[in-house]
C-alpha cells in the first residue's frame, strides 16, 4: 500500500470553507474565541481561522454555520468500543471493577471479527454524534480470530481520526490474575503480533489519521515481563503506550500485594513512565505518584462518568492540573459508562471536580477534552483551531432547546447544559457529519445489525 492510500489522503486538491459562525472557540495559545468567525482549509489542514469577513470567499466546499458555535473536535483518550454490545449487562450493572471485570469476561469470551467491527462503527458514531473527531480505542481481548485491523478497518469507513491500542492479557486466573484463561494469549506472541501492526500500520506523521499505541491491560492481567518488553517494543519504534491504573482501591490493594508498590511506584520501575506514556483513570494516585507523573509527563485518561459508575471514586483532576500532569478525558467502554457521549463526559468532567470543593470551569474542562487530549496522545496537529493544524473541528446549532436561555455565553452553555449532538463534524477536512447525518455509513443499519450481535453475544455466554 502507498503512504498516501496508508494515511488516506487526497490526491487533488480540496478547499473547505466554513462561515458565518456565531463563535468559533479556537482554543490555540491565545484562547481565542472569534465572534462571525470561520476556518478556511485546505487538503485537511487550517489555513485559516478569523471573522468571517477576513477569510475567502470561495472554497470547494462551503458551510453556512449560522447561529452555531464551533469548537475543535474532542479527544476521546480512553475506550473499549467493543463493550458497546454488553451494556447494561445485569450482573455487571451495580457491581465494582473487579467484580463487574468478572461478569462480563466470559460474555467477551464470544466476540468475533464481525462484532468488533460492527461494536467499533456504533461507538465512533456515537462519538462522532457527540463532537469528538479523534479516539483512541483499547482492544485486549482477542478470540476466536479477532485482530486489531478490524476496528481499524471501521475507523477508515467511518472516517475517524484514530488511535488504535494493541491490547493484551496474559495472566489468567490459574496464574493468580484476574480474567479466566481462555481469554489470554501468550505473551511471545502477543509481542509479536503488536509489531506486525506497527510496520504495517503506524503513521507517526504529522496530521496521520492512524497511529498504533502498544497497551498491556492493566498490572492484574498481564506480566511484569511483559509490561517491560512492551514499553522496549515502543520506544524501539517511537510508539505511546497505555494501560489502566490505580482505578480503585482493589486495584491499589492488588499492586502492594503482587508487587509490593504502589501503582505509580510499579510503573516507574517498569519504565512506564514519560510522555509517550498514558494512563487510564488514576482515581488513586497518591501524592508522591501525582509528583511522578508531573515530573515525567506522563499522561492520564480521566473518566468520569466510567469512574462514578463503578464507584471508583473520583479522580484528583484539580491537583493534576495544578502540578501540570498532562490530562486527557476519556469516554471509557460502554459497559462502564453506558452512554458514550463525548460532550456529556466533559460535563460530567466539570461538574464532578466540583463536587470535591475544586475549581473546574467550562472553558478549562473543554481545554482537558481538546488540547489535553491532544497532549496526552502525543500530537501537535489537533486540539486547537489554528492555521497548520488538522481541520478537524464541529458545530452545534445554538437553537437547540438544550441550550435555550444560555445565548450570553455559548461556549459556557455548551459545557454547563444539557448537551445536544452535533450538526456538522468535520475531521481532515471531510465532512463526516453534514446537518446531524453521518455521512460515510447509513447508521440505522449499523444499529440494527449491532443489536443483532449484543442478543447473540448475551445468549452464548
Ligand atoms: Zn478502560
Known sequence: MSKEAKEGKRTMTQTLLIKNARVVVTMDDARREIADGGIFCRDGVIEAVGPTNELPTEADEVIDARD????????????????????????????ELFGWLQALYPIWAGLTPDMVRTSTLTAMAELLLSGCTTSSDHLYIYPNGVNLEHSIE???????????????????QSQGGLPPDRVVEQEPAILKETQRLIERWHDPARHAMLRIVVAPCSPFSVSRGLMRDSALLARQYGVSLHTHLAENDNDIAYSREKFGMTPAEYAEDLGWVGPDVWHAHCVKLDEPGLQLFARSRTGVAHCPCSNMRLGSGIAPVRRMRDLGVPVGLGVDGSAS??????????RMAMLLQRVTGAA??????????TRGGAQVLGRDDIGALAPGMSA?????????VGLAGGQGDPLAALVFCGAPQVTHSIVNGRVVVRDGQLTTVELPRVIEQHNHFARLLAQAS
Open 337 to 346: 459508562n453506558d452512554g458514550a457521549h463525548m460532550l456529556g463526559e466533559t
Open 392 to 400: 478537524d473541528f464541529v458545530s452545534f446549532d445554538l437553537n437547540h
Open 360 to 369: 473546574m470551569t467550562a472553558r478549562e474542562t473543554l481545554e482537558i477534552a
Open 68 to 95: 452555531q458555535i464551533v469548537i475543535p473536535g474532542l479527544v476521546n483518550t480512553h475506550h473499549h468500543m467493543y463493550q458497546s454490545l454488553t451494556r447494561v449487562i445485569g450482573p455487571a450493572q451495580d457491581a
Open 154 to 172: 471501521a475507523a477508515q469507513q467511518i472516517g475517524m481520526r484514530f488511535h488504535a491500542a494493541r491490547g493484551s492479557m496474559s495472566v489468567g
